[in-house]
């Protein structure tokens, strides 16, 4: 039998779209931007380094509002988001066995998500690098590009501007790799598009057996 689970609570939804918009927005921008003799989506160059520096202040804005909601507001960032001993043990190799192998022979996800434990390991690790590591390096050095300037100093102090550069590029490949993946990874529900639909009504169906499914379930279900 089937049931719902109230997964993504609204602020968390519409952070991540703004967020998703954002991102390919600062990607299609930067690649005008980075490879301006080969790619021309937006006129011209000025243009384009406009909409990405708009870009990334959206994403810079949508990120506080994620932090905010997550630690102050639900206070649930730790709790979701940090992988457990035993993630980090079994449940890894547990969960990229499954993408890589027991998906392909019809075997069932080893992670159910409820509202206390949504991500599985992989999305844990994952997740957390992304928003707490690579999301506010980017938008750090991004700042950094847009203020040559007035922040002289620490452009120097971090190796100039070459370097920020650079690093600056190399972030923003680990994003597009991400994406990737990311967007691969979110069809893999019990149809393709059970999780984007989680990700825009917050609700996620999925099968239960009769015995859970009369007995206690945590969260909000119907
Ligand atoms: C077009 C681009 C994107 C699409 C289609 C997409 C799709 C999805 C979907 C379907 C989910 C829910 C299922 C899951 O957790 O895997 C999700 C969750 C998530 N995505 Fe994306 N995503 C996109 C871009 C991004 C970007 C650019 C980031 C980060 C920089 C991101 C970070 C996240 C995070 C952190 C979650 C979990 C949110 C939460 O419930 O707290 N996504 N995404």
């Known amino acids: 039998m089937k049931h719902s689970v109230y997964l993504t609570p609204m602020p968390v939804r ?3 779209w703004l967020n998703a918009f954002g991102i390919v927005t600062l990607i299609i921008t930067g690649l005008q931007i980075r490879f301006p003799e080969y790619i021309n989506v937006f ?3 000025k243009a384009a380094i406009r909409l990405h520096d708009t870009a990334g202040i959206v994403v810079s804005i949508s990120y506080v ?3 905010v909601y997550y630690l102050f ?3 649930t960032l ?3 988001y940090v992988p457990t001993t035993e993630d980090i043990r079994h449940g890894l190799f547990r969960q990229a066995f499954f993408y890589f192998f027991n998906y392909f022979v019809g075997r069932d996800n080893p992670h159910h998500s409820t509202p206390e434990s949504k991500f599985n390991p992989l999305q844990k690790v994952t997740y957390l690098m992304i928003m707490v590591v690579l999301l506010p390096l980017v938008i750090f050095s991004g700042f950094m590009l847009m203020y040559i ?3 002289r100093e620490l452009i120097l102090m971090v190796g100039g501007i070459k370097t920020l550069v650079g690093v600056h590029f190399l972030l923003a490949c680990c994003f597009c790799a991400f994406l990737f993946i990311h967007i691969y990874l979110a069809t893999l529900g019990h149809t393709p598009l059970e999780h984007f639909k989680q990700m825009w009504d917050g609700w996620e169906e999925e099968e239960v ?4 499914a009369s007995g206690d379930s945590s969260g909000t279900t119907h």
């Open 14 to 16: 519409i952070w991540h």
């Open 43 to 45: 006129g011209t160059y």
């Open 65 to 67: 509002l994620w932090l």
């Open 73 to 75: 507001v639900a206070g």
């Open 78 to 80: 730790a709790k979701l």
């Open 149 to 151: 300037a007035p922040l």
């Open 209 to 212: 057996q009769e015995k859970l």
